[in-house]
């Protein structure tokens, strides 16, 4: 399995923007998407799940009720709408695919892309 992040940049407090993470590879329906983020000088944090096979989602708690993630299965690619978005969430942003299921942790992940730097000014 392969991962490509696009689509990062610099925003304005309160500004959108959308990150696309295209995928290849042989992927099955039990796998998991997922996003994660990392500042500088602090730990990878997830931010938002969801199944290959089915629309169902999950979030982490900083960025619930304002970032979204998506999937369009005839692109192969999963999207992260992020709005309202804070100086708080500058970060290069990654996406990756967990083989065993559900989970919030890095270490479960078993596939990543390369990351896409988000940078938010006050």
């Known amino acids: 399995v392969q991962l490509q992040a696009s689509g990062g940049g610099l925003v304005q407090a309160g500004g959108s923007l959308r990150l696309s993470c295209a995928v290849s590879?042989?992927?099955?329906?039990?796998?998991?998407v997922g996003w994660f983020r990392q500042a500088p000088g602090k730990e990878r944090d997830f931010v938002a799940g969801m199944w290959w096979s089915h629309t169902r989602t999950y979030y982490g708690d900083s960025v619930k009720g304002r970032f979204t993630i998506s999937r369009d299965n005839a692109k192969n690619t999963v999207y992260l709408q992020m709005s309202s978005l804070k100086p708080e969430d500058t970060a290069v942003y990654y996406c990756a695919v967990a083989r065993r299921g559900y989970s919030r942790s890095e270490y479960d992940y078993d596939y990543w892309g390369q990351g896409t730097l988000v940078t938010v000014s006050s």
């Open positions: 590879g042989r992927i099955f329906s039990s796998y998991i």
